[in-house]
């Protein structure tokens, strides 16, 4: 029988409204108790005093690249890449090669994920077949094979009529439709957000009206259909807007906001360096501060990384040439503490929920909780501590960030899956 007891450590479960000092007890890889006096006899004990515990980090949007981009990313080293950022549950797009639009897919990440994942593996299934936007996808057996949800992710279903069947078949199957929102006639050929920025470098913008209207389209169609709705990396201060309007009328609508996206705008961008060009891009400031309000009034419900890893002969070509995307698992609970928790527009309960029991209701509602009887999944971090990203230490198997060399303040320390350690923070 294995036993973890985590002891001292201030215990936040958002789910539970939770927040006190307290030991943790977990047991065969199930939570048995939260309390005073646990019994630690026989048990590996991990000393939490002056840190934080909270159930599992849950990252809803990643891209793991297997099958088919094995020379990028696999899911053995996503997932340790994962871990070393707090995650113990991702969600993983289909743009695979082949593209995970069958049961045949969906069982083979499963079980790749059993063999040789450091952290939970969940797929996300496409919407059409081959992400290709005309016939829909073997949804229902792939549901039984285990998708979460459904998405084109990169590939946004530009044709409404097979949204509208698409969101019809995912609400009888009480499946999220996620969607990457872009109208690809509106962003043909960008390559960074259209604005004063990419006139001054001589490069193509991506409008933030080709979210904007697709954000919109969809909403629609999600009132028609009674679709639960989700909106992937929101970037745009009206997409924004569109989403918090449609919660106040009480639609079934969510979305995600990454890192970057409340981190850094356009003016950042070191110019024509390939680690910060990703899709949605880099805005405005005014967009910025809509996302970061946005998360921590409500209106948007979760923090995903979008981890986008590319080998770096892919990445280090022309602005214009290289793909889009960027790393995200070890600099999220960093950037986030930086941006909304240390800035004090948001409190530290409230930035947990959004790693845990935001995405949990969308995609996994039986995690992102320290409940009895709940899988042995934990998070620990420090919020004080100061720390360099490395990315040349990661265990990604790509090194494409704009982040590397960034000094933070408080992260992940260590990283707990059905009651075993996976990870821990060195020194």
Not at 160 to 167: D, H, I, K, W
Request: with cysteine; glycine share 10%.
């Amino acid at each position: 029988m294995s036993k973890l007891v985590i002891k001292g450590g201030r215990v936040i479960d958002p789910s539970q409204n939770l927040n006190r000092i307290a030991n943790l007890g977990i047991e065969n890889g199930v939570l048995r108790e939260i309390g005073e006096n646990i019994d630690a006899a026989g048990a590996e004990v991990f000393d939490a005093r002056g840190l934080i515990v909270a159930p599992g980090f849950i990252d809803m949007h990643v891209h793991l690249r297997e099958p088919g981009f094995e020379h990028a990313e696999t899911i053995e080293t996503g997932s340790r890449a994962a871990a070393a950022g707090g995650f113990t549950s991702i969600c993983c797009m289909p743009n695979t090669q082949p593209v995970n639009d069958n049961a045949t897919v969906t069982s083979y990440i499963v079980d790749r994920a059993r063999r040789f994942a450091k952290v939970n593996v969940f797929p996300i299934g496409a919407i059409t077949r081959n992400s290709a936007g005309e016939e829909l996808a073997a949804i229902a057996s792939m549901k039984q094979a285990g998708i979460v949800a459904i998405s084109d992710d990169g590939k946004p279903v530009m044709n409404a009529r097979v949204v509208r069947r698409a969101m019809e078949f995912a609400a009888g199957l009480d499946l999220p439709l996620i969607e990457h929102c872009e109208d690809l006639h509106l962003s043909a050929g960008g390559d960074m957000h259209e604005g004063l920025e990419s006139t001054r470098l001589g490069l193509r913008g991506i409008p933030r009206c080709s979210e904007d209207v697709m954000v919109a389209r969809d909403i629609i169609l999600a009132e028609v259909t009674g679709v639960r709705y989700h909106v992937a990396h929101i970037s745009s201060a009206n997409s924004v807007n569109l989403v918090a309007d449609a919660k106040r009328r009480g639609l079934r609508v969510t979305s995600e906001a990454t890192p970057h996206h409340f981190a850094l705008a356009d003016r950042d961008m070191a110019p024509y360096d390939s680690n910060y060009k990703m899709k949605p891009p880099l805005r405005e400031q005014r967009d910025i501060a809509a996302v970061a309000n946005g998360l921590c009034d409500g209106t948007i419900d979760a923090i995903a990384t979008d981890h986008a890893p590319h080998a770096g002969a892919e990445k280090m070509r022309e602005f214009e040439r290289c793909p889009f995307g960027i790393l995200g698992f070890e600099t999220a609970l960093g950037l986030a503490l930086e941006q909304l928790f240390h800035t004090g527009k948001t409190t530290l309960p409230h930035l947990i929920h959004l790693f845990t029991s935001g995405p949990a209701a969308i995609v996994l509602p039986e995690r992102g909780t320290l409940r009895e009887g709940a899988p042995g999944d934990v998070t620990i971090f420090g919020t004080e501590h100061e720390w360099t990203y490395d990315v040349n230490q990661s265990p990604s198997k790509s090194r494409n960030t704009p982040f590397h060399g960034h000094r933070f303040k408080g992260g992940p320390v260590a990283t707990v899956v059905a009651g075993e350690i996976v990870w821990r923070k060195d020194g």
